[in-house]
């Protein structure tokens, strides 16, 4: 039965990426302001292991995602993945362990760590900072680069600008207007290399809630570890493509849309629970 399940989800992630895009409208945390270095705080609740009271840890930009090492929060713990899902947060989880990252105020984020045992950690983060939102953005944007294999770089020394930064920081130094001006040619150039998303544009037309309930669905099936890898992955696409699509003007394109994502919700409402999600 799980097999023909798993089978039937496919085929439903994949019937439905055939909604077309016709609005930018997926959401995701802007990657110059995950990535860096972040200490603060964690409080422990209804937790049995020994975990640290404060965190330093990194985050990092690894392709479309991130990477955070979460052994600093407790012993036993590594390296784990986190994806966007077309929200404010980012998430990575499997059979015992959630992670979930949300942006707060500029240089401010929430980590949150959920066990099994319903152990939960959450760390109240502040990123450190070289000077100021423009330096920290282009700090952010440099990281991400030394990563990002297809780029070409622009014609700014970004990596002299930011050493020069660094040091200026030790002086109680900065130069902000410097990174005004270089900041954005370096995240147009990641843009086009693919290793950061294009800013999502102004919306078309109002959401469509059968949409947003079906990426809603999309979410429980990816987070639900009786879903093959590879399945998720499928879903994973369908709902961005859904998000893009579900804020299009045109009367007769948006009653498609509403017929469309509420059949397919319904039929991965009645999927789910087969597969044990």
Sequence with gaps: MRTRSTAALATLALAALAIPAAAQV??????AAVVGRWRGAVRWQRCAIDGAPRVALEVVRDGSGYGVDLA?????????????LGSDELEGNRADLRVTWRAGKPGRATLTVTLESGCVATASLTRASIGGPPCDELVALSSIAAGCAALTPPAVDVDGLVARLRTQRRRGRGDAAACRRAAPPLRAALVTAGCVPEPTPA?????I????????????????????VDVKQRLLDQARIVGKSAAVGDPDDRAGLVDSCRATAVELDDLLPRLGC
Excluded: F, Q
């Design 209 to 228: 809630a059968e949409c947003d309930a079906l990426i809603a669905t999309l979410m429980r099936a990816i987070r639900c570890d009786k879903v093959a």
């Design 72 to 84: 600093a929060l407790a012993d036993g713990w590594g390296v784990e993945s986190l994806a966007a």
């Design 203 to 207: 919306v078309v037309g109002p959401r």
């Design 26 to 31: 997926w959401r995701e945390p802007d990657p």
